[in-house]
């Protein structure tokens, strides 16, 4: 019998299809081929499966948008027809008459009334952050009285009423009789009679600053009369008191009280 070896054989390497053999002596696991083809499959049916969801989702939103559409389309709804009939109203109405409007309302007077007042509170607010320098004011300042000084300016322990309270003046103790006067130039804006604490005068000086006398016994001038500095203003009259008569005496700048002895010369 005749054998045809060319026939039988082949070369691999001009062979379309290509044969592998597993090489014994490779550490790799003969299972890992097939481990690695079941993961490559996982993935695309995993791929596959998120394609459709979200060709659902998108499905379902373009549904919701059309119906949605349709529905606003062919309702009646009143809202709608006010709305288109207000644009159409702003596009036509002149400009003249849209301002006039707005200027005439009340709203728009409001408005402007507040933006007023918050200039003016600007004003006072740099008033109070840059006040006027006493230096200017007292100048030629005087002692209102001739006495000694018995309680001070700031907190203080009361032993009366054994606490700590805060003085916005300072107590100076004299001999009945004694004459109080003005400390600067100033015009007199007030003169009040305190239950239990006598007369009291204030004096205005300008530009924010005020002296306040307190527990008068006898007041010598009247409101609106101009002061100058050392002129005799009042007198005080209070012996029955058990720490002799006393002048409660304040300085003050826009209403705060202000220490005495930082601004008179002692």
Request: charged share 20%.
């Amino acid at each position: 019998m005749i054998q045809n070896k060319e026939l039988y054989s082949f070369d691999p390497e001009l062979d379309p299809v290509s044969v592998s053999t597993p090489n014994p002596d490779s550490d790799s696991d003969p299972n890992s081929t097939s481990t690695t083809e079941q993961s490559e499959l996982f993935a695309a049916e995993d791929s596959d499966f998120h394609f459709f969801n979200n060709l659902l989702y998108q499905t379902i939103v373009a549904i919701c948008f059309l119906i949605m559409t349709l529905v606003i389309s062919h309702s009646g709804l009143s809202w709608m027809n006010w709305a288109c009939n207000r644009l159409h109203s702003a596009i036509e109405t002149s400009q003249q008459e849209t301002f006039g409007r707005i200027s005439q309302s009340q709203l728009w007077k409001e408005l402007i009334g507040n933006m007023s007042n918050l200039v003016r509170l600007e004003e006072i607010t740099k008033k109070f952050e840059q006040p006027s320098s006493p230096k200017n004011i007292f100048t030629n300042s005087v002692w209102p009285i001739q006495g000694s000084i018995t309680k001070g300016y700031g907190w203080q322990y009361d032993s009366d009423r054994k606490n700590r309270t805060f003085n916005s003046g300072i107590e100076i103790t004299a001999l009945p009789d004694t004459l109080v006067f003005a400390i600067a130039d100033g015009t007199v804006s007030e003169v009040n009679h305190q239950a239990g604490r006598g007369w009291q005068l204030i004096i205005n000086h300008g530009n924010g600053w005020s002296s306040s006398y307190n527990y008068l016994g006898l007041v010598k001038v009247k409101v609106g009369q101009t002061v100058k500095a050392g002129d005799t203003i009042a007198q005080i009259s209070r012996p029955d008191q058990e720490r002799g008569s006393i002048l409660w005496f304040e300085i003050q700048e826009y209403d705060r009280p202000v220490d005495p002895l930082s601004v008179l010369a002692v």
